[in-house]
């Protein structure tokens, strides 16, 4: 990779004009979100800032730009450096007469899907129809309480080995339609999107960038947010009406049972803000923070760190009180839960879910050979494919998007 030195950059001088690639701009409270969404790059920017994007774009040269915002706010601005800032963002496609290379723009998931085509997904009736159908499933519950699915209706064979496999072909094609709720909702938006796996603490998941919903509608904001939790709603209300129309205790039943139970068990994990889930965006949105996890990181390093310091060592300064009041709050009550969140989860990891995955493994290594049979072998296969084949790509995955990050940097 080459590096671009001080001699290579296009000098910027007072008479100099740059050309803006095409950005989108809304107005965000007291800021104002500025974006390409080709790269999914965006940034806030005061409402001078945002003037000047608007100057600039207009083909005024950087001293004309400083006289026009001194002349409206009274305030001096240093527009040389701006310019940089934003070819450094990607916004700008020419300064002067020499172009500014560009960054190839990250691959969007299903690119033949056009907004057009899913703009139903944004419908104003949509949430309402979702909600018909999960009030409906509620009546149905209340008259028939036997339906609620529990940890048995997940044993729908007395073959583990076909439990396990069903269980998990299920599990990742409810997955996937998850977070294709989210994808398609996103790009009605005009939004792209990108679909992926990841990682959440010690959780495998499969995370959806809808970078540049930012530029979008509040209620196109939330709507994208919730589609997938809307998502699983909707199909657990409709296994729950469709459930009374079977006998029980038949292979049907108990199918759609451990489909309903499957359908409801992502839920409670929306709940773990911390991990940066579909409610924390939800939360993130009405809080009016700009990075929820972030600053509540940088928040929790700081009291940690104040904690356990040296008192020769010189203190480290807030880094909340940077933030206007309304986030400064919101940000160190999130950074309780995050840290809160984060040593349960790890305990839990380390107490029940590691040990029971070991043993689940070493069991399963000891039931393969000669001696065990078929159905002795095929389950002990069984364990080791999807068991073991989760905790790998979970180590796959983790490592790669490490070394994205670090790439990055």
């Not at 608007?54 to 009274?74: D, F, H, K, N, P």
Request: with cysteine.
């Amino acid at each position: 990779m080459t590096e671009t030195t001080a001699e290579d950059r296009p000098r910027i001088e007072p008479s100099t004009r740059v050309q803006l690639h095409d950005l989108a701009v809304r107005r965000d409270r007291h800021e104002w979100i500025v974006g390409r969404m080709a790269t999914r790059t965006f940034v806030a920017l005061p409402a001078a800032g945002a003037r000047a994007v608007e100057l600039l774009g207009e083909g005024l040269s950087v001293a004309r730009t400083e006289e026009r915002l001194r002349e409206e706010t009274g305030e001096e601005f240093e527009i040389t450096d701006f310019v940089r800032d934003l070819a450094a963002l990607g916004f700008v496609a020419r300064i002067g007469d020499c172009p500014v290379p560009d960054t190839e723009p990250p691959r969007a998931t299903l690119p033949w899907l056009r907004p057009h085509q899913v703009r139903l997904a944004l419908h104003p009736a949509l949430p309402v129809l979702v909600t018909v159908l999960l009030a409906a499933a509620v009546v149905v519950l209340f008259r028939r309480p036997d339906l609620l699915p529990g940890y048995r209706d997940l044993l729908w064979s007395p073959h583990g080995s076909l439990v396990l496999l069903t269980g998990a072909a299920a599990g990742w094609t409810l997955l996937l339609a998850h977070e294709l709720a989210h994808l398609v909702t996103a790009r009605a938006a005009g939004v792209p999107g990108r679909m992926r796996l990841g990682t959440r603490l010690q959780f495998l998941v499969m995370q959806t960038d809808i970078s540049g919903i930012e530029l979008a509608p509040r209620r196109h904001r939330l709507t994208a947010y919730l589609s997938g939790i809307a998502l699983n709603l909707s199909v657990a209300s409709a296994l729950i009406l469709t459930l009374p129309l079977t006998d029980t205790g038949t292979t049907t039943h108990r199918l759609l049972a451990a489909a309903l139970l499957l359908a409801l068990m992502p839920l409670p994990f929306q709940c773990m803000v911390f991990t940066r889930t579909d409610l924390y965006f939800v939360l993130q949105e009405l809080t009016g923070c700009r990075d929820l996890y972030g600053d509540g990181l940088a928040y929790a390093r700081y009291v940690f760190r104040r904690a356990v310091r040296s008192p020769r060592r010189a203190e480290a300064p807030d880094p909340s009180t940077r933030l206007p009041p309304h986030e400064r709050r919101a940000v160190r009550l999130y950074s309780v839960v995050l840290v809160v969140g984060t040593a349960t989860c790890l305990a839990f990891m380390a107490a029940v879910t590691l040990p029971v995955d070991i043993a689940l493994l070493v069991r399963a290594v000891r039931g393969l050979g000669p001696g065990h049979g078929l159905a002795g072998n095929a389950d002990s296969a069984a364990v080791l494919i999807v068991l073991g084949g989760i905790n790998v790509l979970w180590l796959l995955t983790w490592w790669r998007n490490r070394r994205s990050r670090r790439a990055a940097v």
